[in-house]
């Protein structure tokens, strides 16, 4: 049985694991440091009361010959309607609006369904899944140099206001574009969106783009989805999920928009395309979680979603404060939970290894990201109140 | 957009899609019909007590300061032990037992872990995953007569006790291999087994070993997993579900077992590898579901799950008596869901159809399995009792 050559092209680990492993051999080097993360995007606080009963309800109804329920591989009609109307203002009908158990799934099945022939654009920096993924089906090649072969790599940096030059895009590829951005924090406006849907739509490509963190979004002036542009629903599906406004880490449930306005150029429905695909290598996500997630879509559960976010937020707020402070520049933060900032001149992994030393504060080196990432920190605000507090007053000594 | 070669090879809908549709077709033409159906493996009971208690208090810690969990990639390590010790007496360590959200997800992870370059061998009949799975990522082409370019079908009939010739085998393959089978029932015996081990070793192909109805065998006589075959683990990946066993179709929970022992030709880990991919394209099963899986399996969960496959089976022995009075030729139903009944000379949809018309009852045709599924009807024993004792009156007619 030979090796898969796309799995040989991924060059090392997966950046979060890589992560964990340095951190494991840090704590076992140093048996009493109280390491504190501000690494990884995962949640920390408890999920809330009323979407907590929604779970509950959820599980205890399983064992009633009423409340009983098998597959449910699209998802569960009421939950698709809540979503399109939560989100779209009910512009998409059920069958547009697919239950899954996860963004990064999502994407994951995405990029099965555009196959090894349609070409990969990034933001870099940008979530690893995107390239990792795109690597995985065959749409891109080997390590090159600092990057993979065949993808796209888009600068976003301060000088572009973290909007890439779309010039150098191929035409008929997958545009990935995550806003509020996963690393870098920075939210995409309205103008530059149309900019991208109009350069998708004048060569032939197609947006994912991914909207997890939309609900950290407090400038009412920015848009939350790509679909609140013209035209958008020809040219680009949405991801979305559960997992950063409602704390659904460990819960598994998102959604994916595909319209039934969007066609390949042979004229074929992309939405039967993803159906197929839902129901070939798909199951569903579990119905315990879709009942949490109606109870996250009602009023209540949507206050909840507001107080959990802000208090992310708040986190987000003491960790840039203390970076400003000592003179760092960085971006992000105040409309999403990660904070990204810029060590001029030096390695990633080397300040990570620094921050992680001196302050026994776990981060994410900004290379893991891409090319442009380097010199970069990811600082991510996921984290119980007083870890944060402390991981701040260590973070002084930067 | 071009339209992706390897989705456009699939042919029509998926099989159970279509039967549902077919379903509603006939119920739009018969608004009154009281239709039954016996067709997809769908579970109908509610979770049992034990069990399902699991699952609320799953639930609930999660809005817990001390209960609350976020991401777990691969799963809860005590689930993974757990599953070792219930399952495999212990011969698997936790990294070797990854957790899923069901079988057929992972299947197709698993496809995509070797990619389009590794030919796909299946029982025929067989589970629809194992071939459109294998024609999404592009190890196998486009439809010719009655099967896909570059699969091989293993004919399983009657005549060959329903375990196929492997001279026909590819070198280098995946070889799929479902028992107690999906659809018909039939279960491997330990000499098969081994027969199969020794070819895939032989020929350095692996096997998928699709375990998720082993919780059906009453015989003891006959092996529940392909590890209890010596040297199994150095050719072979054996999947297994809660759905089936527990009623978690919808709670969505599974594992796949992949040796530290099996390597790829170029010695590299096959372990390594699917952890990769479980990090890269998966974020975990719910920690719910997980919660659940665990009180499945201490012994008030494992009596639970005798008692709800007991009762499966209890309605497959009234299915097949039925059938078997009424002078057709059947297989399965014993240690088994599926009762895998012959209609010489007619073709499968047709059957269905007259079934349909002449009794409401829902079904499976044969053919929608494969090639050599062509005359058959499968009947699934997931039901209410009332309702299959009421389809068994029905059937009387035919």
Request: proline letters at 5%.
């Amino acid at each position: 049985m030979n090796r898969n050559k796309c799995i040989a092209n991924i060059k090392a680990g997966y950046l979060f694991p890589e992560v964990a492993k340095r951190r494991r051999e840090y704590a076992q080097a140093h048996p009493d440091a109280k390491i504190i993360s501000l690494g990884i995007g995962n949640t920390t606080e408890p999920i809330l009361p009323h979407i907590d009963r929604g779970l509950t309800e959820g599980a205890a109804k399983l064992a009633t010959f009423e409340g009983y329920s098998g597959y449910q591989d699209e998802g569960i009609a009421e939950l698709r309607e809540r979503i399109s109307k939560v989100f779209y203002k009910g512009q998409f009908g059920i069958d547009e609006i697919f239950i899954s158990d996860g963004a990064k799934c999502d994407i994951g099945r995405l990029q099965l369904m555009f196959g090894a022939q349609t070409p990969a654009a990034v933001q870099d920096p940008s979530y690893p899944v995107y390239v990792d993924g795109s690597v995985l089906i065959g749409a891109g090649g080997g390590w090159e140099d600092s990057g993979y072969k065949g993808i796209t790599y888009l600068p976003c940096t301060a000088e572009n206001d973290y909007f890439p030059d779309l010039s150098a895009l191929k035409p008929n590829c997958l545009i990935y574009f995550c806003s509020p951005n996963n690393p870098t924090g920075a939210v995409a406006g309205r103008e530059q969106l149309a900019v991208l849907v109009r350069a998708a739509q004048k060569n032939g490509s197609f947006i994912i783009f991914d909207a997890a963190y939309s609900e950290y979004i407090r400038d009412s002036g920015l848009p939350k989805s790509i679909f609140e542009i013209d035209e958008a629903k020809t040219c680009a599906i949405e991801v979305n999920s559960f997992s950063k406004p409602a704390g659904f880490t460990g819960v598994r449930l998102g959604w994916t928009v595909v319209s039934k306005e969007l066609k390949y150029s042979g004229g074929e429905s992309v939405n039967a395309d993803w159906s197929r695909i839902a129901s070939t290598v798909f199951n569903g996500a579990s119905n315990i979680s879709q009942a949490g997630g109606m109870a996250a879509l009602d009023s209540e559960g949507l206050a909840e979603i507001r107080k959990l976010s802000d208090f992310y937020l708040g986190n987000a707020r003491l960790i840039r404060n203390v970076l400003v402070k000592a003179g760092i520049v960085c971006t992000g933060g105040d409309n999403s939970p990660y904070i990204w900032a810029r060590f001029p001149g030096r390695d990633s992994w080397e300040v990570f290894t620094e921050i992680l030393e001196k302050c026994q504060v776990i981060t994410t080196p900004g290379s893991g990201f891409g090319p442009s990432g380097q010199s970069f920190i990811r600082f991510s605000a996921f984290g119980h109140r007083a870890d944060v507090e402390e991981a701040c007053e260590r973070l002084k000594k930067l």
